[in-house]
């Protein structure tokens, strides 16, 4: 039996921190020390990282529509000074570059924003962000030299014209400012950032720092954000699996990772950070995934992604963010190379176009696992963020003994009171982790009851990752006194409360209900002194279980797992229905859209609409609760001719760089010696509106696209197919064809890969050539629900 002991909240601090929204403002938003408070209920936002400026300005809206679709509602965006004035006095804000557009689409599409002002940002971006011709002006850069604030001042007040109106208290988007970005020593000038912005009437009611690696925050003047990632690639190749990532998999109150940003400290922090009893649990950077170096070059598979975040939110976080959400690429109409490189004196070279991050969305807006086993948890979050909230941590009275401990099982609980919620993370990176038998959890509540659950002791898998409630409210005066199941979503209706539940594979999903409650539906119930209990035989879209109480009547539906993945929550026609669909599925007004990826594309919705109209709708059938209509498959695309202009290839000579001497990229004229071959796509292919993704299996260490010798992708092997959305480049695509380069691998150079992939990339000391190009279509279907719903 694991037992723990629920503990109060630690002291409730209010009014210390200069913040909150105006008393004229539309909305309020406010925070203290333990949460964001918006309109006067806790909120604990969804947050994901996109990078406007490196994305094509005429795809921003349906990405932002992706995004939402994922489950985030704020949303985070770097600034790079060295976008907007890439040359000294030319300030730019057009194009992508158009800062005001971005906001104000984000405002038109219901998502908040944080925006990530530097000056300094990072972001893997050449020299953090700032410009060039920095490095020619006598000033000492990220510090309180006036003649440094002299250049950051016409900066800011031009950013500040270019939000007028759009913050929060002005009915606008944007309800935080970061200042600056990973400064550890230097608390007066951060706070010097915060009163320069707001002299220039940038005005938020929250202002943020990154905290981690123990930086020194100035006091109550902004919140400091943490992160974590299960991999990284600034560390030195010949480590192995990232060793120290491994404490983000256990639940803990310690919010610090000395880790991120470590390559670019000069020296190992020796303060102790700000205390965090002042400030909410807040994290900007849990990794939604991991850049590519050409030194290290690391897979994050989606159970990485997502027991993270779980392990954050159970250790107490009340601000998911994602870095990056969203991925991206390096702008490449600047004067210079815009990423990050040994050329700079950064300790990784990066490649110069892809930033993709194996995130969640890819850099060409493609929808990775991850997405769907996040949007999973965000549901949860939005239907119960308000409660977990203000819930504390507390930790089992036997934890894991150290980063090599795993044999014990990893458990948590945030609880207030009699009701709370149990974490399980049995999953950590590059490992197996061994099953549990005989698993049974003992808590002991603040409110002095004691909660045993399950009622018979289960499996908990290698891998398995969860959350469970206690003592939830499913409406109609009805307790859930806990479940082994994991809450998923509910909707409110005139016909009562229906609360959605997901299976967790491997262990049976049983309900224990305080009291005698009568229950209609596909389970098996036993009625004992202690109340009932009722188990779920067959999941899926027919468990539909009716409680009906002495006070009133509820309902859950317990899906399993793979249909809880599928789960959409959105609302259409008036009113808030459930999706199912193996497909991405957008909401844009009373429009739904679908990005067609699947080969028997369908959607199921509850409650259901009368009719759903549409391009290739089929007649519906009953799919358990659920009505679901066909869609017509993607058309099958012609495939385009791949012929090789050059087979010989001599590898880029191993060479080291930086400031930590790590192996360096292929430089342009070493690609003058790469293998050659060419893509022909027919024009017919690229016809329609939605994305065609030219996927690419190749030997080689290094490749790179041109079209019409414009470089428009690169890419370092590290495993996965090589994907480019060709759809923003479509005409010179049909003019010119592609043109893909690749280079051997000189056998001397020093990589960091995945053991399970580590043989691809030896085969390339030895070849260079693309094996196979296949162009993959994501065509967008729309359909709009129409009349009178029907019954469930």
Known sequence: MLSLHAREASKLLAGHLPMGSSADAPHSLTVDSQSLIRDGRPWIPVMGEFHFSRYPAAEWREELLKIKAGGIDLLATYLFWNQHENERGTLRFDGDLDLRRFVTLCGELGLTLVVRLGPWS?????????????????????????????????????????????????????????????????????????RMAEDHSMRAPLWTATAWGAADIPRDTLLPLYGGYSEVFWEDARIGPAREMRRHFFFTPIRDDHAIGADLRSATATGAGPDTSRYPYATCELGGGMAIAYHRRPIVPAEDVTSLALTKLGSGSVWQGYYLYHGCSQRTDLKEPNQESHDTGYPNDM????????????????????????????????GYGSDLARMPLALPDTEPASLDDRVTLRWAVRSAGESGFLFVNNHQPHDRMPDHDGVQFRVHLDGGRTVTLPAQPVRVASGAHFVWPIGLDL???????????????????????????????????????SGDVDVEGPARVEQGADGTLVTVTEPGTGALLT??????????????????LRLNRIRVDGQDRLVLSDDLVLADGDELRLHIASTAPSMALLPAPATLHGDGVGRPTQDGVFTRWPLSPAPQLPQPALRCLQGDAVAAPARTGGSHLRASAPRDADFGKAAVHRVDVPATALDGDGEVLLRLRYTGDAARAYIDGQLVADHFWYGPEWEIGLRRFAEA???????????????????????????????????????????VAVPRTAVRAKGVDLPG
Not at 134 to 146: A, F, G, H, I, K
Not at 365 to 375: A, D, E, I, Y
Not at 476 to 491: E, H, I, N, S
């Open 475 to 513: 409406g109609g005066g009805l307790r859930l006194d806990w479940a082994t199941a994991q809450p998923v979503t509910r909707l409110d209706s005139a016909a009562g409360t229906l609360t959605v539940l997901a299976v967790v594979d491997g262990i049976p999903a049983a309900l224990s209900l």
């Open 351 to 382: 490649p110069t176009v892809t930033y993709d991050f194996q995130a969640p969305l890819g850099e060409y807006g493609q929808v990775r696992p991850s997405f769907h086993g996040l949007r999973l948890l965000h549901l949860f979050l939005h």
């Open 733 to 775: 695509v049909r003019l010119h064809g592609i043109e893909i380069r690749v280079l051997p691998l000189d056998p001397a150079a020093d990589i960091y890969l995945d053991a399970s992939v580590r043989d691809g990339l030896e085969a390339a000391y030895t070849r260079a050539a693309v094996e196979t190009a296949e162009l």
């Open 122 to 194: 990072h972001g893997e971006c050449r020299n953090g962000g700032h410009p060039d011709w920095l490095n020619e002006v006598d000033c000492t850069p990220r510090t309180d030299d006036p003649a440094y604030l002299a250049l950051v001042e016409p900066y800011y007040r031009r950013i500040a014209h270019e939000l007028r109106g759009l913050f929060h208290d002005d009915g606008g988007p944007i309800v935080a400012l970061q200042v600056e970005n990973e400064l550890y020593d230097q608390p007066g000038h951060l706070a010097t950032l915060r």
């Open 547 to 564: 409680l009906n109480g002495p006070s009133g009547t509820a309902q859950v539906l317990v899906l399993s797992h793979d249909e809880a």
